[in-house]
């Protein structure tokens, strides 16, 4: 999404799943005056993204529309409505339509909840999910897929979308490890933290180099200023 934010139409549409998916699009998405945002509401009710995103293409169709996708949200129902998309985007004046889905085979925002909420180790049983070609999908139906795995592709990966000649899904490999670190962190916080760490969470070395780097990040020169 930092790669997007220099690169977003200033007419785009946006719409963010619920998930970790809404932690980097509210994190990371410089977003400009007089776009138009749409996020899951107060329930964080999962499956939002991609019929928000049809729905802004109906009501405005020549603006350029992207959707933020978790894959749990994908899986639950977003890809099924692909298939919507796959039927009307001819009709519409300006085909541009972006999904971006974040596979990280993790339903993420609870992954952390538990680590740094209840101080619990993630639980693999209720929260890994299998690994989707989305992108591969999203080429069988007849849009356009691309599949980035590489951090330096990422800006690539956006320039090709924005100028498709129809709706695309950029699948996105993603790492589960990377923390959704707050602006502040509380006691409570710091202390569950540790404290699924002391109890032995399974990506324990991963979680770990993840989240120096991005506290590494955020105080040494170079930085990108987000």
């Known amino acids: 999404m930092w790669e997007l934010s220099s690169r977003i139409p200033a007419d785009a549409i946006v719409t963010s799943d619920s998930g970790?998916?809404?932690?980097?699009?509210?994190?990371?998405?410089?977003?400009?005056r007089g776009m138009m945002c749409s996020l899951s509401g107060g329930l964080a009710?999962?499956?939002?993204?991609?019929?928000?995103?049809?729905?802004?293409?109906?009501?405005?169709p020549g603006q350029p529309v992207i959707a933020l996708v978790g894959d749990g949200a994908m899986q639950m129902n977003n890809m099924a409505e692909l298939i919507t998309v796959s039927k009307?985007?001819?009709?519409?004046?300006?085909?541009?339509?972006?999904?971006?889905?974040?596979?990280n085979q993790d339903l993420n925002q609870v992954t952390w909840e538990q680590r740094v909420m209840e101080g619990d180790p993630k639980f693999e049983a209720s929260q890994d999910i299998p690994?989707?070609?989305?992108?591969?999908?999203?080429?069988l139906i007849g849009l356009?897929?691309?599949y980035?795995?590489?951090?330096?592709?990422?800006?690539?990966?956006?320039?090709?979308?924005l100028v498709a000649d129809r709706p695309v899904v950029i699948?996105?490999?993603?790492?589960?490890?990377?923390?959704?670190?707050?602006?502040?962190?509380?006691?409570?916080?710091?202390?569950a933290f540790a404290t699924t760490l002391m109890k032995?969470?399974?990506?324990?070395?991963?979680?770990?180099?993840?989240?120096a780097k991005q506290v590494l990040s955020a105080v040494l020169p170079g930085h990108k200023d987000r």
């Not at 980097?24 to 410089?30: F, P, Q, S």
């Not at 989707?132 to 080429?139: D, G, L, P, R, T």
């Not at 980035?148 to 979308?161: C, K, L, P, S």
């Open 88 to 103: 009307y985007w001819k009709q519409w004046s300006n085909p541009r339509w972006i999904c971006m889905v974040l596979n």
């Open 148 to 161: 980035v795995d590489d951090a330096e592709r990422m800006g690539a990966a956006w320039d090709e979308a």
């Open 171 to 191: 699948e996105v490999k993603a790492d589960p490890n990377v923390p959704p670190l707050p602006p502040h962190i509380t006691m409570a916080q710091a202390k």
């Open 144 to 146: 356009k897929g691309l």
């Open 200 to 211: 032995g969470d399974p990506d324990q070395g991963h979680v770990l180099l993840d989240t």
């Open 131 to 139: 690994s989707v070609a989305y992108h591969k999908f999203a080429e």
């Open 20 to 32: 970790s998916c809404a932690n980097w699009y509210a994190r990371d998405l410089k977003v400009q």
């Open 45 to 60: 009710s999962m499956g939002a993204a991609v019929p928000y995103a049809i729905a802004a293409k109906f009501a405005f």
